[in-house]
Structure formats: C-alpha cells, structure tokens
C-alpha cells in the first residue's frame, strides 16, 4: 500500500473540515490519474507534474474568482447527483456480481449488513459495515476451501520531483484535468453536501484544492479534489 499521496488528502481534510465544521474529504483524483496515463508513454514524469502544477494554480485562481460559486449555481441538481450516481453504479453491480461468483463468502457479509441495517436503534451504535468486515473475516477464517493472502503493508517514501514545462504536454492535460476536477468530481462531492443539508464554502474548498494539487504535483500526486465524506466517499 502507498502512502505517497494519501498524506496531503488527509492533511487537508482535517484543516479544511475541523474550518468550516462541515464533513470535507479530500483525496486525490483517480480520473486524474488515469487520465495521464496514456501521456506518461511519450512524457517525462517531470513534464506531466508541470502539467499539474499549472492544473493546481488554475484550480486556485478559479476559488479566488468566485466563479466556480456561480458555475455550480448554473449546473442542474439532477445532473450532478446523475453523476453521483454513475460513479456510485459499478460498486452496486460489481457487488451482486461477487455474490453470484461466492455466495458464502461474500453472501454472508451482506447479509449480515442487510440485517444490522433494519435495527436502526442498534445500528447507530454499531455501524452495519463493521458487522460485515467481521463477518468477511470469520468467513475467511472458518469456511472451507477459502484462503486469505499474507498483507503486506510498507510505508512509502515520498520523492521531490522537479518540474519542467512543456506547451504540448500543458495543451493535452491540463483542460481535461481542470474539467475532470472543477466540473465533474467536485460538483459531485457539492452536490452530496448540499443534498444533507450543508452550505459547503464552494469557492474556499477550491482554493484549497488547488493548494493540494500544486503540493502534491511535487510529489508526483494527482490533482487534490474534495470528496463528500457524509457516510463515505465519491471521488
């Protein structure tokens, strides 16, 4: 497991949540991440950072403007929660998927969800999902013909990168990477915040996720993007 990244994400969402008194999750973009993926054949590591450097200041002179408050305003509420929706979709079908493959093994978490899930009183002092992760691991401890490989986890050592800037690889990466955060994953993580009641302060969260692009651009990380972190995340 790599940490390189993870420690910004959290760093900011400590900040940025105990602020505002709001549940603000940061993380870094996997979109993101994929999105440069195919660059990294015909660019440097070092090019495609100044490529994020330039997306982070972007992002950050976007909070300043104002803008983005206004631009949120204008996107339909349906539309956002639709892509909260497509993000969210996969998990739903990959997991009755995974029940047909393993009905025991991964039947019985769920069930055992299902059923913390009706006692609500109970629930809210034992969370559903935790009754399942114990679940999962009973079941891998004690049925038969199941075997759990050794984890391994090591703490990464994150790398200064120096940074060099290219107009081809800045013109190929950084709109979609602007688009992909400002208007597709950010409004979602807006979207669910207003949807449980919350006034999240939209132009100072993308002021700090610029900050979090360009210190994570350093680090080889992907743009900083902030996430809905009511009952988990959508990023």
């Known amino acids: 497991m790599d940490f390189r990244h993870i420690w910004n994400g959290g760093l900011l969402t400590l900040i940025v949540s105990l602020y505002y008194g709001q549940p603000i999750g940061y993380a870094f973009s996997i979109p993101g991440a994929i999105l440069v993926g195919s660059s990294l054949t015909h660019y440097s590591f070092n090019q495609v950072v100044g490529a994020y450097i330039i ?99 090591t703490m990464g050592i994150p790398h200064f990168i120096i940074p060099s800037f290219s107009f081809s690889v800045v013109g190929e990466l950084v709109i979609p990477l602007l688009l992909t955060v400002i208007a597709i994953q950010n409004a979602q993580g807006i979207a669910m915040l207003e949807t449980h009641g919350y006034r999240p302060p939209i132009n100072a969260m993308t002021n700090w996720s610029g900050i979090g692009t360009i210190i994570n651009a350093f680090f080889w990380g992907p743009p900083s993007l902030y996430c809905r972190s009511h009952d988990g995340l959508t990023c």
């Open 55 to 153: 997306t982070g200041i972007l992002i950050f002179l976007l909070g300043l403007s104002g803008h983005v408050t206004k631009l949120m305003k204008v996107l339909p509420m349906p539309v956002m929660m639709g892509m909260v929706s497509g993000v969210l979709l996969p998990f739903g079908t990959e997991m009755i998927g995974s029940v047909v493959k393993n009905p025991l093994l991964n039947g019985i978490p769920l069930l055992v969800f299902f059923a913390l899930s009706f006692f609500l009183p109970f629930s809210k002092k034992f969370p559903p999902r935790l009754g399942a992760v114990i679940a999962a691991i009973l079941c891998l401890k004690f049925l038969p013909n199941v075997s759990a490989q050794p984890l391994h986890i």
